[in-house]
């Protein structure tokens, strides 16, 4: 990957997490989607910063869905102690993590919504 995206720190929080493999489809979803490249540079960074928060908790690819991204961004952002350069402004987080969940269900890295969702059902059940 680019390595002008990221700077180092963030660049070893993304490199050593479960979501290491995504990122070059996740930067080709985003330019292909016309994003800016400021854009792109800024949301691989909230996701390094995301990637971060995922391995300190000990989570799994599979476990990473809507209710991961809401703890992240419920829990762990308004009491965040993470060093600089990490990105912290939610709404950046918010939409960067909303595109990373759909770059890795149209990878068929995680399950659909609709599948985690019966899955979930069937487990309360």
Same mark, same amino acid.
């Given at each position: 990957m680019?390595?002008?995206l990221l700077q180092p720190e963030p660049r070893r929080w993304l490199s050593t997490s479960v979501l290491a493999a995504i990122?070059?489809?996740y930067v080709s979803y985003l330019r292909a989607g016309r994003y800016h490249s400021n854009t792109? /540079? $800024?949301y691989l960074a909230c996701v390094a910063h995301f990637a971060k928060w995922v391995t300190e908790e000990g989570l799994g690819l599979l476990q990473i869905d809507e209710t991961v991204q809401l703890q992240f961004l419920d829990t762990h952002l308004p009491t965040c102690a993470c060093h600089p350069p990490v990105r912290k402004l939610r709404h950046e987080l /918010? $939409?960067?993590v909303r595109h990373l969940l759909q770059v890795l269900r149209s990878h068929g890295q995680i399950a659909l919504a609709?599948?985690?969702?019966r899955v979930r059902t069937a487990v309360q059940n």
């Open positions: 680019e390595p002008d990122e070059g489809e792109v /540079r $800024v /918010r $939409v960067a609709e599948q985690r969702d």
